[in-house]
């Protein structure tokens, strides 16, 4: 199992471009998750799903999209960048009836 | 308002001695909490976690103490490698949903 995996590593995006952050599990997990961690600071979370057709907001959700029509895909949209998304993006998956969340290695997203 | 925080960002302890990792929260109805592990450049991983109904979790050279009248829960580390320097999150389960602390950089040196 691959695990989770995020593409791409790194990007640098100029101020009002857009992009889509990938996310993939293979573990057939029914919850993932989107985090942001600016420096000095914890995991914030964006937004998460419980399932494929289901999102929801979570505490910094504002200038994010999400959609996730397969169990396994959980892309995460910026529309227009701004300097304050510069930050390192995680997604997580995790099953319903287990507390524990499994990390990707995360993106380092810069906004100029 | 942070409902779990990590007062000290910082920890430097020598090989072989413990290392205690504190964590405060807030909300006296999250029901589960976790220790994650993260190194640079990488996701964090989950360490050991510890159920409201319980009082301690061990596994291995990690335990997790917790103290729900203080609010309080600690990680301790015995014996400390060089390998365990990382930067470790707590994290409190409120639902479906994790709140992460700030996290503390444990440095353990020879």
């Known amino acids: 199992n691959a695990g989770v995996t995020q593409t791409p590593k790194f990007r640098i995006l100029k101020i009002g471009q857009s992009m889509t952050l990938q996310c993939t599990q293979d573990?057939?997990?029914?919850?993932m998750y989107w985090y942001r961690q600016d420096p000095g600071m914890g995991l914030k979370l964006i937004y998460y799903s419980v399932g494929a057709g289901i999102t929801d907001k979570g505490e910094v959700p504002n200038g994010y999209n999400v959609s996730r029509s397969t169990t396994e895909d959980f892309p995460l949209r910026l529309e227009l960048a701004a300097p304050s998304q510069t930050s390192v993006y995680f997604c997580?998956?995790?099953?319903?009836?287990?507390?524990?969340?499994?990390f990707g290695p995360g993106t380092r997203l810069t906004v100029l | 308002d942070q409902q779990v925080k990590q007062n000290s960002p910082s920890l430097s302890v020598q090989e072989g001695r413990i290392s205690i990792l504190n964590c405060d929260y807030t909300?006296?109805?999250?029901?589960?909490f976790l220790w994650y592990k993260k190194y640079p450049a990488e996701g964090p991983t989950f360490l050991i976690s510890i159920s409201s109904i319980k009082d301690k979790n061990e596994d291995g050279r990690f335990t997790v103490f917790l103290n729900k009248s203080a609010k309080h829960l600690s990680l301790h580390i015995v014996p400390s490698q060089p390998g365990d320097s990382a930067v470790y999150f707590c994290?409190?389960?409120?639902?479906?949903?994790?709140?992460f602390g700030t996290g503390t950089r444990l440095q353990v040196f020879p």
């Open positions: 994290a409190a389960k409120n639902t479906d949903k994790l709140i």
């Open positions: 909300n006296s109805m999250f029901d589960y």
């Open positions: 997580a998956s995790g099953q319903g009836n287990v507390n524990e969340q499994f």
């Open positions: 573990m057939n997990h029914n919850y």
